[in-house]
């Protein structure tokens, strides 16, 4: 491990709670506590705890305005721009409550990367999309930040379409091509998790299984949180599903289970398409 991994993670003061372990003993990088959202007046999350199982793929499924993805921007920190938002519960991240007054909330970001629905390259070449993050970390080493970006572009399944062209405009490539570059941008400054809002929704369905493809393969190194409406890709690619309904946690397991055999009717009724 480098430097510049170790300074990756966020800082705490202390270590308040040891990471759980499940009964299959993996342990769980994430873990929400008891979680309530408001946005004002309105209460868009209610009293969620679900824990995450590291180097794993957790999806949230659910009908539209349910919360997935209020939820998962709880991870770092997303809503906090938010006005009116409001939270009461705890998320720790390896243990540490990562709204804790000492977290620093650019480092946790780090450590915690976004991919959006819709691919958001910079209006710049493909090279300094993903030296960006480096950049702004103030690194300097031209040495360090050219591997890192053939090491992202390769992680990201990007490389071999574009080698000998990084200076070609991003805003030129296709949108699936876009969106892996957008992947290659956050893996760029060594996170530990990803978190995916529907990564695939805007994209067709060629491009769309290469991204599944290249989910499936990152979870050898990465924690990845997936919001998606596409049950079929759930099912596809996750190893748990969260179900989300109206703000609540209706089931959270196995996602061959949840799939096959829910243990509540609302989730069986969903993933039937029989409402949402
Ligand atoms: N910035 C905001 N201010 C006020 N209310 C919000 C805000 N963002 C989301 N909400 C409300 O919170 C609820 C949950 O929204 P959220 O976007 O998390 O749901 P979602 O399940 O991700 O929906 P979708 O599948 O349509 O993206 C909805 O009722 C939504 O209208």
């Given amino acids: 491990m480098d430097s510049q991994t170790k300074s990756n993670q966020p800082k705490t003061s202390q270590v308040k709670t040891k990471p759980k ?5 993996q342990s769980f990088k994430l873990q929400a506590n008891n979680v309530d959202v408001f946005y004002d007046d309105f209460q868009a999350i209610e009293n969620i705890s679900l824990d995450i199982v590291e ?7 659910g009908p539209s305005g349910c919360g997935k993805s209020t939820f998962l921007r709880l991870f770092n920190r997303m809503n906090d721009y938010i006005d009116g938002f409001l939270m009461n519960g705890s998320i720790l991240l390896d243990g540490n409550d990562i709204y804790d007054s000492s977290i620093n909330v650019e480092e946790l970001r780090k450590t915690v990367g976004m991919v959006f629905q819709k ?7 493909v090279y300094e999309n993903v030296a960006y993050g480096l950049r702004i970390q103030g690194i300097k ?23 000998g062209n990084l200076e ?23 996170p530990s998790i990803l978190l995916m809002d529907e990564p695939t929704s805007a994209l067709d369905p060629i491009s769309s299984g290469k991204i599944e493809d290249l ?23 996750s190893d748990n599903t969260a179900f989300l309904y109206m703000g609540k946690l209706i089931e959270y397991g196995d996602t061959q289970k949840i799939f096959t055999n829910p243990e509540k009717d609302r989730t069986q009724n969903y993933i039937t398409g029989r409402f949402g």
Avoid: W
Avoid at 144 to 162: C, D, F
């Fill in 21 to 25: 372990l499940n009964s299959k003993n």
């Fill in 55 to 61: 180097q794993s793929i957790t999806a949230f499924i």
């Fill in 141 to 163: 080493d031209e040495e360090y930040i050219e591997n890192r970006v053939v090491e992202s572009l390769k992680q990201a399944t990007l490389y071999n379409e574009i080698e």
């Fill in 119 to 125: 691919p958001n390259p910079f209006p710049k070449s």
């Fill in 215 to 237: 989910i499936h393969e990152l979870k050898k190194e990465f924690t990845i949180v997936i919001v998606t409406h596409n049950m079929q890709q759930a099912a596809r690619v």
């Fill in 168 to 190: 070609k405009q991003a805003l030129a490539l296709s949108g699936g091509q876009q969106q892996r570059l957008c992947i290659a941008r956050a893996l760029a400054v060594k």
